[in-house]
């Protein structure tokens, strides 16, 4: 069985997708172990409504090397699921490959520092780019510059607000996260 740590800072959406598809095998011989969170958020109660373990670690300085001290060293995936904060190279590098995050863009557009949610919704309507999309990545030292693992795109229309991609985004999130969590698990690279 592979263990799973969720990282989360808000509603917990991503959470709550990554937990039914592990109970309808979609993601297979997969279970979360601990949902952290780096604020109080719908995420932490989503979690204990599965009984799932929650940890709060409020953000901060120190927030990476507290998260080291309680991450169960069996943790074979850490999963970024609409968390804000940034992790400290030391801990990036300490799980090298093992941590994934989900981007609201094609990367490596529109990444990087300050490049979430509305943000990156903003500066794809201003550039009147034709396509938009998500992207599973692996997290590295630098902010959204990891490998792609997984991408899904859909076309841009002229009618298109950032509120109306926000929900495109959304839509296949939820279809490619839980295909690239299984697919990082489960099949030999």
């Given at each position: 069985?592979?263990?799973?740590?969720?990282?989360v800072?808000?509603?917990?959406t991503?959470?709550?997708?990554?937990?039914?598809?592990?109970?309808n095998e979609?993601?297979?011989?997969?279970?979360?172990?601990?949902?952290?969170?780096?604020?109080?958020?719908?995420?932490?109660?989503?979690?204990?409504?599965?009984?799932?373990?929650?940890v709060l670690?409020?953000r901060g300085?120190?927030?990476?090397?507290?998260l080291?001290?309680?991450?169960?060293?069996n943790?074979?995936l850490i999963?970024l699921?609409?968390?804000?904060?940034?992790?400290?190279?030391?801990?990036?590098e300490?799980?090298e490959?093992k941590?994934?995050?989900?981007h609201?863009?094609?990367?490596?557009?529109?990444?990087?520092?300050?490049?979430?949610?509305?943000h990156?919704?903003?500066?794809?309507?201003?550039?009147?780019?034709?396509?938009?999309g998500?992207?599973?990545?692996?997290?590295?030292?630098?902010?959204?510059?990891?490998?792609?693992?997984?991408?899904?795109?859909?076309?841009v229309?002229?009618?298109?607000?950032?509120?109306?991609?926000?929900?495109?985004?959304?839509k296949?999130?939820?279809?490619?996260?839980?295909?690239?969590?299984?697919?990082?698990?489960?099949?030999?690279?």
């Open positions: 069985m592979n263990n799973l740590v969720i990282l800072s808000g509603s917990g991503n959470l709550q997708r990554i937990i039914d598809t592990i109970d979609e993601i297979q011989n997969a279970k979360i172990s601990l949902v952290v969170a780096d604020r109080e958020c719908y995420g932490l109660e989503r979690a204990k409504n599965h009984n799932i373990e929650t670690i409020p300085k120190n927030f990476s090397s507290d080291s001290k309680i991450i169960p060293e943790t074979d999963v699921a609409g968390f804000l904060s940034i992790l400290k190279p030391e801990f990036v300490s799980w490959n941590i994934i995050n989900i609201p863009a094609l990367l490596p557009k529109y990444g990087g520092k300050g490049m979430w949610g509305h990156v919704h903003n500066a794809v309507i201003e550039a009147k780019e034709k396509e938009s998500a992207t599973v990545h692996f997290v590295t030292v630098g902010i959204d510059e990891g490998e792609a693992i997984l991408q899904k795109s859909f076309e229309t002229e009618n298109d607000t950032p509120e109306t991609l926000a929900e495109k985004v959304h296949i999130e939820y279809e490619i996260f839980p295909i690239a969590i299984n697919k990082l698990l489960n099949v030999p690279i």
